[in-house]
C-alpha cells in the first residue's frame, strides 16, 4: 500500500518512513517528487497513477473549514490522514516523524481493513477515525 | 475536471470563512464589512450559512464579489443616502455579466447627463454619483473589472503587497499559499514556533526565501476588524 505525503510535510519524511516498508507493509511518496505545487482536483489522478489509496497533510489553522476540502477528497475516493498540532507540539519535521512512527502499524492496518474512505486525525494524544458518511453528516 | 458532488463542495472550488475573505483582501476588508454585503443579499447565498459554533462559509466567486463591491463603492463615491441601494443595483448588474460562461467586456463611461454608466455593448446601466469623479477613474475600473473576470476563470488571486502569495481555489481550497507551492502560510508561520526561518529554508528546499519571508509578514499581519 502506498501514500502520499503532501508539500507542507518535511520531504524527507518519505525515506526515513519506507525504512519500514517491510515491517508495515506501507510506502510513502512526498507530492513533491512527483507532482509539486498540484492542485486539488488532481490529487485523486496522482494517487491512482502512483497506486495510492490515502494523503497525508497537516493542519494547523480552522479544521472545521478544511474539513470541507478533506471531504472532498473522501468523496473522491482518497483517505486522508491529517496531523494536528497540540497546546504545546509544533508540528516540526521530527514532531511530523514522530506522530506517524508511533502509529504506522495502526495507519497501515486500518488502510488496509477499511472499506471505504477514511479522514484519520493524528494528533499527539492518537488517532481518531471519520468515514465519509460521518463527516457528511457533521458538514452539512 | 471537478468529480461528482455529494459534499458541499467539489475538488477544485475554494471555500473560505469570513476571516479568511478579510485576511486575504487585506488591508481594507473586515469580517463586519463582509457580513453586512452578505446581509444585504449582494453576495449571494453562502455555501454554509451562519449557524452557532461554525463559520459562515463562502465561495471564491464570493471572494471576489465582496473585493468587487469594496471597490466600487470606494472609487465610486456614491452619494451617502444612495449608496447601498446603487452599489446593490450595479453590482448585481456587474456580477450577471462578470461570471457568466460568455465573456462581456464591461466599459464604464460617462453619460450625457453626467452620470457614469456601465455598458456591455448592448445593455447600458447609468448610476449616479453625485460627486466628482478623476477622470483616469473610469478606464481603471474596466481594467479591474477585467482583472476580475481573469482571476474568475483561472480561480486564483493576488494578495495585494505579497507577491509571492497567492489564494489558488484550487489548492488547498484556496488557503494562501507560496507561489508555485502546496506550502500554507500559516504552516511556515507555525513552525517559527520552534524554527528559525533559515532552518525552514535548509529542510523545505522547494520554498523560496523571499516566499517565506512574505508568508511571515503576511501572518504576522494586524487583521482589521
Known amino acids: 500500500m502506498r501514500v502520499i505525503l503532501d508539500e507542507n510535510l518535511w520531504p524527507e519524511l518519505a525515506t526515513a518512513l519506507n525504512a519500514f516498508e517491510q515491517r508495515h507493509h506501507i510506502s510513502f511518496v512526498h507530492i513533491n517528487a512527483i507532482a509539486p505545487g498540484a492542485q486539488d482536483n488532481d490529487i485523486p489522478r496522482i494517487c491512482r497513477e502512483h497506486e495510492a489509496s490515502a494523503l497525508v497533510t497537516a493542519n494547523v489553522r480552522d479544521f472545521g473549514a478544511r474539513r470541507i476540502i478533506f471531504e472532498a477528497l473522501l468523496d473522491a475516493g482518497i483517505s486522508v490522514i491529517v496531523l494536528r498540532p497540540s497546546r504545546r507540539a509544533t508540528l516540526t519535521p521530527e514532531v511530523q516523524g514522530a506522530m506517524l512512527f508511533r502509529h504506522l502499524r495502526s495507519i497501515a492496518s486500518t488502510l488496509q481493513d477499511t472499506q471505504g474512505r477514511l479522514l484519520l486525525r493524528l494528533t499527539e494524544g492518537g488517532i481518531v477515525e471519520t468515514s465519509l458518511e460521518q463527516l457528511h453528516r457533521e458538514i452539512s | 475536471m471537478p468529480s461528482r458532488r455529494s459534499g458541499l463542495i467539489v475538488l477544485g472550488e475554494g471555500v473560505y470563512t469570513v476571516a479568511e475573505v478579510s485576511h486575504i483582501l487585506q488591508p481594507t476588508m473586515t469580517p463586519r464589512k463582509v457580513h453586512y454585503w452578505l446581509k444585504k443579499g449582494i453576495l449571494g447565498d453562502p455555501l ?34 444612495r449608496v447601498t441601494l446603487t452599489i446593490e443595483e450595479l453590482s448585481d448588474w456587474v456580477f450577471r455579466r462578470l461570471f457568466t460562461k460568455q465573456w462581456y467586456e464591461l466599459h464604464f463611461y460617462r453619460s450625457p447627463k453626467g452620470a457614469v454608466a456601465v455598458t456591455d455593448g448592448q445593455h447600458d446601466l447609468e448610476v449616479g454619483t453625485g460627486q ?19 482571476d474568475w476563470e483561472r480561480r486564483a488571486v493576488e494578495i495585494e503587497g505579497y507577491p ?18 502546496r506550502v500554507e502560510t500559516a504552516f511556515v508561520a507555525h513552525l517559527t514556533k520552534e524554527l528559525e526561518p533559515k532552518e525552514i529554508l535548509r529542510l523545505y528546499p522547494y520554498v523560496n526565501e523571499e516566499g517565506l519571508y512574505q508568508a511571515l509578514e503576511f501572518e504576522r499581519a494586524p487583521l482589521a476588524v
Request: charged share 25%.
Open chain 2, 48 to 81: 454554509r450559512p451562519t449557524k452557532t459554533g461554525r463559520a459562515t462559509l463562502l465561495t471564491f466567486e464570493q471572494l471576489l464579489k465582496v473585493r468587487t463591491v469594496q471597490h466600487l463603492r470606494d472609487n465610486l463615491r456614491f452619494s451617502l443616502q
Open chain 2, 164 to 181: 509571492r502569495l497567492v489564494s489558488n481555489a484550487r489548492i488547498l481550497g484556496g488557503a494562501p499559499v507560496i507561489r508555485g507551492t
Open chain 2, 132 to 150: 466628482l469623479l478623476m477622470p483616469d477613474l473610469l478606464p481603471e475600473l474596466d481594467s479591474f473589472l477585467r482583472k476580475t473576470r481573469e
